[in-house]
């Protein structure tokens, strides 16, 4: 993929984020439960998603690594992917569930 199909993928992901939010949150500010340092905060920690993945992404068309890395690496990015979700949907943890 060259960078107008990376740029254009994007786009589309927040196109598509965007018009979950909207459902999530018909009013708005109104009905948005974060503080506005709280929302920054999670912006930020998207953003470092997508550009961690695009940069495992760049980095993998140069470098020529073996099979156990390259899922290794991928592994870690899922890790790291489901830990981010479970803290924004679940900020005060898990305990509360498991009991």
Same mark, same amino acid.
Do not use: H
């Given at each position: 993929? #060259?960078?107008? #199909?990376?740029?254009?993928?994007?786009?589309?992901?927040?196109?598509?984020?965007?018009?979950?939010?909207?459902?999530?949150?018909?009013?708005? @500010? @109104?009905?948005?439960? $974060?503080?506005?340092?709280?929302?920054?905060?999670?912006?930020?920690?998207?953003?470092? $998603?997508?550009?961690?993945?695009?940069?495992?992404?760049?980095?993998?068309?140069?470098?020529?690594?073996?099979?156990?890395?390259?899922?290794?690496?991928?592994?870690?990015?899922?890790?790291?992917?489901?830990?981010?979700?479970?803290?924004?949907?679940?900020?005060?943890?898990? @305990?509360?569930? $498991? #009991?």
């Amino acid at each position: 993929m #060259n960078l107008a #199909n990376w740029i254009f993928v994007i786009f589309f992901i927040i196109f598509i984020i965007l018009i979950v939010i909207g459902i999530w949150f018909p009013r708005g @500010k @109104k009905d948005w439960p $974060l503080s506005p340092r709280s929302t920054v905060y999670l912006i930020i920690s998207g953003l470092f $998603l997508v550009l961690l993945i695009i940069l495992i992404n760049i980095v993998s068309q140069y470098i020529n690594w073996s099979g156990f890395i390259t899922t290794s690496i991928y592994f870690a990015v899922v890790i790291f992917a489901l830990l981010t979700l479970l803290g924004l949907f679940f900020p005060e943890g898990l @305990k509360q569930y $498991l #009991n």
